[in-house]
């Protein structure tokens, strides 16, 4: 009679073993007809698009979305900032945050405070948006010149009276009362 030392049994596959052993790790085998012949469709070249058509499409379309949006935008102080990475934009929509690829909007519904920093020995000029959940959004602008923080200053306090205030005198015609 064999006798064996230790566990019957068989050793579990894993990853380290067998990278197939991870479900969607790898890719699809494609599937074959049951004839073995391949769809002529699957097979043919896409059509190529001309260049010059792709490149104007879009650009009327982007055109005629602003149009639409300027026709319809009231008359109101704007408030705009930018450098070589992050960019604020204020307006009557509320307040929109972008750095790099990365950019967040707020309605003035949503904001619960916006804040100001300047560096004091910096150019950075810092814009905070608080939301009413207690959570806060920074953004860092890199003036060109550390004059141009005031300007930026009195440009977004203009913008804040005039919309951030609305908000709070709507809501209080309608009876809901501040937080």
């Known amino acids: 009679m064999e006798q064996r030392i230790g566990s019957s049994s068989q050793p579990l596959e894993t990853a380290a073993v067998d990278p197939a052993a991870i479900p969607g790790l790898t890719s699809p085998v494609p599937a074959v007809p049951e004839d073995g012949v391949p769809d002529p469709v699957e097979d043919a070249a896409p059509e190529e698009v001309a260049p010059e058509e792709a490149k104007v499409t879009p650009v009327v379309e982007a055109s005629e979305a602003d149009e639409d949006a300027d026709a319809e935008a009231p008359e109101g102080p704007v408030f705009e900032a930018s450098d070589r990475r992050a960019k604020i934009i204020a307006d009557y929509r509320g307040v929109r945050l972008y750095l790099d690829d990365q950019e967040c909007e707020f ?43 005031q300007e930026w200053e009195t440009e977004l306090d203009a913008v804040l009276d005039s919309y951030f205030e609305d908000a709070d005198e709507s809501e209080a015609e309608a009876g809901v009362s501040a937080p």
């Open 107 to 149: 309605r003035w519904d949503e904001i619960g405070a916006v804040e100001t920093e300047t560096s004091r020995f910096g150019k950075r000029f810092t814009v905070t948006v608080h939301t009413p959940d207690r959570r806060w959004y920074p953004v860092e602008i890199e003036a060109k010149a550390k004059s141009q923080h």
